[in-house]
């Protein structure tokens, strides 16, 4: 289950890295609206650029301590409730502007792969 968790971790992090650093001016069928890039995805949803950078940050940020909690498991709680709030921030504003289901997708998936990490952290004992 040791691995499984690990798994889980990579999937979380590298998923909203490459969101945030390496696609951040890429569109994708996931994005909301009719958004071609992060910026206009958050501007669909009627936020403003300063709401984007702290989001941004604080998504970074705790991808990084995720990964860092594969070696330091103290680490790991901070991110997986930071990372679990943003996850439902994300599915509520693409249900508040009529997206397809498909966009909440993503949102959705790394939900509920960061409460499986809890949730198997404390059934397993790892």
């Not at 968790?5 to 945030?20: E, G, P, Q, R, Y």
Request: charged fraction near 15%; hydrophobic fraction near 60%.
């Amino acid at each position: 289950m040791k691995y499984v968790i690990i798994l889980f971790k990579l999937i979380v992090s590298l998923t909203i890295l490459n969101v945030w650093i390496l696609r951040v001016n890429k569109s994708s069928i996931y994005r909301g609206g009719d958004s071609v890039d992060l910026m206009s995805e958050f501007m669909s949803y009627g936020l403003s650029i300063n709401i984007m950078y702290m989001v941004g940050a604080a998504k970074i940020i705790s991808a990084l301590l995720l990964l860092i909690s594969i070696f330091f498991k103290k680490l790991e709680s901070i991110p997986l409730i930071i990372i679990s709030i943003f996850m439902i921030g994300a599915i509520y504003f693409h249900f508040s502007i009529n997206d397809a289901l498909i966009k909440s997708f993503p949102a959705a998936l790394m939900l509920l792969l960061s409460i499986g990490i809890y949730f198997l952290k404390m059934i397993y004992k790892v």
